[in-house]
Nanobody, 123 residues
Framework: QVQLVESGGGLVQAGGSLRLSCAAS????????LAWFRQAPGKERRLIAA????????YYPDSVKGRFTISRDNAKNTMYLQMNSLKPEDTAVYYC????????????????WGQGTQVTVSS
C-alpha cells in the first residue's frame, strides 16, 4: 500500500517553469510504476507522464513531450515532474498516482492517488 502527497503547484506566467514533487510512503514504492495525471475544469483526467519502477522507461503524450520530464528518487521515496515552457493550456490540478507492476495509460488502472496540486499558467 502506498500513500502519495503532491506539492509544488502554484501560479506561473506562460513560458515559465515549475517542479512538482510527490512524496510517497510504503514498502513497495520502489517496485511501483508512477505517473502524473492532470484534470482541467470540465475535462477528463489525462495521463501526462509515467515512469516504471526502475526509472529506465518513461512515457509522455505528444502534448507535453519535450517540455515535461518525469523522474524518481527511490532512496527518497519521491517522484518529480519538471515542467518547462508552460502554456495556459497546462492549467489544471495535477495528481500523482501509483500502480503495480507496470505503466498504464488509464486513470482507472492506478491504485493509489494523491489529492492533487493546482497549477495555473497565466498569459
Amino acid at each position: 500500500q502506498v500513500q502519495l502527497v503532491e506539492s509544488g503547484g502554484g501560479l506561473v506566467q506562460a513560458g515559465g517553469s515549475l517542479r512538482l514533487s510527490c512524496a510517497a510512503s510504503g514498502r513497495l514504492f520502489s517496485r511501483s510504476a508512477l505517473a502524473w495525471f492532470r484534470q482541467a475544469p470540465g475535462k477528463e483526467r489525462r495521463l501526462i507522464a509515467a515512469i516504471d519502477w526502475s526509472g529506465d522507461s518513461t512515457y509522455y503524450p505528444d502534448s507535453v513531450k519535450g517540455r515535461f520530464t518525469i523522474s524518481r528518487d527511490n532512496a527518497k521515496n519521491t517522484m518529480y515532474l519538471q515542467m518547462n515552457s508552460l502554456k495556459p493550456e497546462d492549467t489544471a490540478v495535477y495528481y500523482c498516482a501509483s500502480r503495480t507492476p507496470a505503466i498504464a495509460a488509464e486513470a482507472r488502472d492506478y491504485d493509489y492517488w494523491g489529492q492533487g496540486t493546482q497549477v495555473t499558467v497565466s498569459s
